[in-house]
């Protein structure tokens, strides 16, 4: 298990953890942007704050099997030709799990593409340009949508294109 204080660096442990790693964030605001590209847990502690700096993802996930659980997660940039969230999942990063975070002052709150067994539960998404949670080319089964407050965003509160078969919302 990986800990980052205020005051260090989450993605020096994102480049040092190893696959099904658990990295835990300390109370603090980390304005950084991040890229997951291990299988690993990303868990905030008392609230930490990832701030994006109006700039790109806050996260972006681009592999399977991770978690990102307890922060508050704010600032992507505004490009709406790269679809800039708080949190991006490529397609392919299968089986991710986004529980108990506040998403906020994003393009998008999440944008989630081309996933299998995507899990987006018990988060507050507020305050975004676009919609809070974009799911698209989603045509597998076993999405799970479920216990997230969604509002104040200047588009729909969650959308589906292209698919979407099996999605509990």
Do not use: M
């Amino acid at each position: 298990q990986w800990t980052v204080r205020a005051g260090e660096r989450v993605a020096d442990a994102l480049r040092l953890a190893e696959g099904g790693d658990t990295i835990v964030v300390e109370r603090g605001h980390y304005a950084e942007r991040l890229v997951i590209d291990k299988p690993l847990r990303l868990i905030g502690h008392e609230r930490p704050t990832l701030a994006g700096g109006n700039q790109g993802d806050t996260i972006r996930v681009t592999v399977p099997d991770v978690l990102v659980e307890g922060f508050i997660i704010r600032d992507s940039g505004s490009d709406l030709t790269e679809q800039n969230a708080c949190i991006y999942i490529e397609p392919g990063a299968h089986r991710v799990t986004v529980r108990g975070n506040d998403i906020v002052y994003c393009l998008f709150g999440l944008w989630v593409e081309g996933v299998r067994e995507v899990r987006v539960q018990g988060n507050l998404i507020t305050g975004n340009n676009g919609d809070g949670i974009q799911l698209t080319s989603v045509s597998s089964t076993n999405h799970l949508v479920l216990g997230n407050v969604i509002g104040s965003t200047s588009a729909f509160a969650a959308g589906v294109i292209n698919g979407g078969n099996g999605i509990l919302i």
